[in-house]
């Protein structure tokens, strides 16, 4: 399955007493999707999944897949790789299109072990699996030639979210994966460096509110017109450095927000943007005319 060159890893919406709100979450969707967007990942570190039930999972899966017609892929991966397997089972029967695996945080498995918990994961499940390197929230690295090896052993692991910032370590993969197998940018800044190497699209915070923008730009430079799409990387600067300069979601909820869509608070630990960061945020979404 193709999930396209621009997939939005979505905000949860939550109610003013910080319930679900899945009436808003298949508004979002929509929204996203009108705006541009080839994929949505559901219950991901944007859509605050720490802090998200098992049922509440199953349930945002469920909607955003009955609300859209893009793919949906599932955030299942934890630290416990018994644990993933059930949650990757779990988004396998809500109906996701597939599913997200994070490097196994805290316990720092080595390379070995992340082959073999990834593996153990792709296998028990039909749907397509998405392998995600950000050791800045793990303390742990995928390897390029882990994720090389396991693109040419487990079929069912087709792509990767790469959030390290390593250019080379996206080469590598993209030039000694298996045939097929997509790279994917987990940083909004990095999309059009990571198409240069190759890379095939980003999973994006930025997409909330700037995806008909980013979509211009990744058109741009596949017709080979590059100099404008470097011209649109430099437009989306502003933006990409505002919607991380405090955790993520904390930026992104409160530009949405900005935009006239917003989508309720955040579950603590997590809360709302400072005063400083709603100042940058309107700075650069008014520079962009939003």
Known sequence: MDFGRLIVAMATPFKDDLELDIGRAKELARRLVADGVTGIVVSGTTGESPTLNREEKIALIKAVKAAVDVPVIANAGTNDTRGSIANAKDAQDAGADGILLVAPYYNKPDQDML?????????????????????????VTIHPRTVVRLSHAVPNITSTKDASG???????????????FKVYTGEDS???????CGGY????VAGHVVAPQML???????RGEVAEAARLHGQLRAINRA??????PVPVKKALALCGFPVGGLRPPMKEASDEVIRELK????????
């Open 190 to 196: 990095l999309t059009l460096p990571t198409l240069a």
């Open 243 to 248: 919607l991380f300069l405090q955790p993520n």
């Open 283 to 290: 700075q650069a979404l008014e520079g962009l005319g939003l």
């Open 115 to 139: 082959y073999d918990h990834f593996a153990a994961i792709a296998n028990s499940v039909r749907i397509p699996s998405m392998l995600y390197n950000v050791p800045g929230r793990t303390a």
């Open 201 to 204: 699209g980003v999973v994006s």
């Open 166 to 180: 390593d250019l080379d370590g996206i080469t590598v993969i993209v030039n000694d994966a298996a045939k097929g």
């Open 216 to 222: 211009a730009m990744i058109k741009a430079y596949l």
